[in-house]
Structure formats: C-alpha cells, structure tokens
C-alpha cells in the first residue's frame, strides 16, 4: 500500500495523506440493535423510516379556546361547552357554530374546530367566552404528521446519532435502533523514559500522557478501547503486543518511536507485521506519523510529542475512526474553520502545514481577531489548554503580516467531530 508523494522531502502533504488514508480503511460492516437511550454517538446502520404520525393527531398548540375561526371574527360570546386537556380521548360530538370548547396544550382539538385562540386574547365568564382577536383557520393547531409523517425516512443510514437524535427516535415511540458495532482500538504507548502517575520517576522518565489524550479526544466516538499500556523500547516486547494488539483490534493508535532515532522501531515492526503505507507528512507539529496495517487491523503511529500526538489524533486518527465506524462520508472531514484576522505578524520556517496554538475573540465588529500563543515546540502541552483556535498556515507561507486575515480551526468546532 505504498503512498508515495512528488515532494522532494517525501512529506505527504496532509489531504493527500488523509484521502489516502480514507481510500484504505474499510468501515465495520455488523450491526446490532441497542436502547435508543444507549445509542449517543453510535452510527445507525440502516435507514429509520417513521412507522408513526409526530403528533399521532392534530392537537393544540396552547392553552386557550377551540372554535371555528369564523366565529372569531365578531365579538359575540361564544357557548363554552366543554373542556379537554391533554391525555383525553376525542368526544364524538361535533362543536356547532357559536360554541367554544376550553383546550389546553397539547390536547385534541374537538371535531369541527378549526382554530384555538390562546386565552390571553379571550374573555371569559361563566359559561361563555368572547374572542378579542380574531383567529385565521388552523392557527395554533399542531397537524397530525406534522413534524412526522408516517413512511418519511427521518434519520439516514450512516448518521452519527447525537442528543437530538435520540429524541426524535423516542417520540415515534422508537425503543431500538440498528446499529453498526463498536470499533474495537487498542492503544499503546512506547518508550522505555515512560511512568505510569503514581509511580516514582528515577533520572530520565516522565510521565506517559498520549493515552489519557487518545481516548479523551474518542470519547464521542463509538469507540471500544482496549489498553495495551506502556511498552518498552524493545522489539521483542514492541513484536509482541503489536502481534496481539494486530489479532484482536479493528484499529491499533500506537504513540512514539515512530521518528528516525536508535529507539523507533514501530515503523520496522508494522512493516514486518504489515504495511506502512505512509509515514512522514508536511504538518508541523505531527510530521512522523505512520499510517498502514498491522495484520487485518488498521495502524495510526502518531509521533511521541504530547502536541504531535494530540493534533495528529484530531486531524489523521479521528477522521480515519470516522470512516471506519461506519459515519457518511460528509461527517468524515467537517471543513471546521472560519477566517480571522491576525493582530500581530507571525514569521516561520515554510514547509508544513502548520497548527498554530491561538486565541481568537471577537472584536467590535463581530468578527474575529486573533493571536497566536507564545510557545509552540511539540513539548508544550500547556499552550493547547490555552488556546482555543489553531490558526492553519499553509505549508507554503512564511509571513504574515498583522491584519492579514487566516484561516483558524476553533476548539469548540473541534469538539462536535
Ligand atoms: N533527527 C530527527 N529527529 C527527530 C525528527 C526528525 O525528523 N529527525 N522528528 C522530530 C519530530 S517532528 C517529532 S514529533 C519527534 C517524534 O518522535 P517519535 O515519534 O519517535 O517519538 P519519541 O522519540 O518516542 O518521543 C518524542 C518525545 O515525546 C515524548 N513521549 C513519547 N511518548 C510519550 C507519551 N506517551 N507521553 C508523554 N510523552 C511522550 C518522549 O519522551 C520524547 O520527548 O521526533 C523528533 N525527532
Ligand atoms: O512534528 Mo514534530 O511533531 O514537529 O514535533
């Protein structure tokens, strides 16, 4: 599955590598039925057709009076001779002209009425009403079907089902949904300098923290993860989890030892288990991330860098669980950015596409201003807290001038992936 580029330095630009990754994934094809409560985020594998009317029959849109709305358009009182709330069964009674029946929201609108005045705009004595405000034939009705008609197909095969979802199955009385199985994603991390916290950090470690990143950004994902912790820099060690991580997942996330130092052996390891398709892209930070097949599963090596790790997770890892989980194609890359202007110049190095750490906010126009972060090395996690934007440079720019306008990415698009 070699994925090779035109460039002179062999980086992948990041669509290249993205489609190419997307043409090599195949989603999950099983399906199964699960609660409509437990069903957030899940990908429906098959078309939800409307087996009911939403509303089942036409009701009232609020608590007031039912007439005919002819009867509304003079001020003589109107017969008030009955009451229906919501839960009532319909009367078979016909209201007759020059009468009104008292209805509250949500109840069924008496046979003939064609019209419910709210009661703010009636004056009421005992037994009978006055219209203050004349109605216009079927105002204030909710019609049977009206949000749903029977046979409709309300939620297309392939949608990632989010809160409102959920709702819309439950009022058509919905219990279960179909849909396509979790993906199964084993992760690992590498690296003989990484703790566990709790554990004590003789000279040379720190603490590993690119699993705790991987499974909190796949957490609104149908997602089942299976830690394989942390695995020395060993290729025996390395061989072996690879080799049960290969039999036993759809998707293996493993971070670190994917660069050219004496230690990074995953690269060796996946092509002798599989397949490296691709393994150097044009993004900054995230430039050695490896993309192929290990065994039948697929194989993400995003590169050690808390930074590198978490953006190439964003931008690489959760598009290609997209695909692989079954989302339509449109859900698969959102173009999530908006346009900004810079309030200071920025000066880099070109040659990659760059996810710079930001702050944007709006100015007195309505717009956005924003302001990239002070440090941006692959190490410091501390600025993606602080940011809540990356401005997106494209591989070629190397300055821009302040008040230029760019393209940012905002946190809080990110996040409804
Ligand atoms: N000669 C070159 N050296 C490096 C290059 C290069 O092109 N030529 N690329 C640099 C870039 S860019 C990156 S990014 C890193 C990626 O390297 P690896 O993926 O091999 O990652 P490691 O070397 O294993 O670790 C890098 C760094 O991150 C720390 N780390 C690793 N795993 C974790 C973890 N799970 N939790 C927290 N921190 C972790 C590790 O201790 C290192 O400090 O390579 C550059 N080098
Ligand atoms: O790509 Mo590395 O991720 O620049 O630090």
Known sequence: MTISTSAPNGWLPLEDALHNALSHVQPVVEAEAVMVGDALHRVVSEDVVACVNVPPADNSAMDGFALYASDSQSALPLQVVDTQLAGMPLREVKLEKGQ???IMTGALVPNGADCVVMQENTTRTDTDVVINKPAMP?????RAGGDIATGAT????????????LVLLASMGIASVQVFRKLRVGIIATGDELKTAGETLASGQIYESNRTGTRALLAAEPVEITDFGIVADDKTALSEVFTNAAHTQDLVVSSGGVSVGDADFVKELVASQGDIGFWKIAIKPGKPF??????????????GNPVSAFV?????????IKRMVGAASEQVIKPLTIKATLT???RRRAGRKEFVRAHMQKNAYGDYDVVP???????????VTQANCYIILPAECSEIPEGNSVTIQPFSLLETQ
């Open 138 to 142: 079927g105002e204030n009705i909710r």
């Open 312 to 320: 190439t997770t964003q931008q690489l890892v959760l598009p290609i």
């Open 373 to 383: 972060l002070a440090k941006q090395s692959s190490g410091v996690m501390t600025t």
């Open 290 to 303: 490896a993309f192929g097949r290990l065994g039948n599963a697929v194989f993400c090596g995003v590169p």
């Open 154 to 165: 309300v939620i297309t095969a392939g949608t990632q089902l989010t809160a409102s979802h």
């Open 100 to 102: 009104a029946v008292r």
């Open 344 to 346: 200071t110049s920025l």
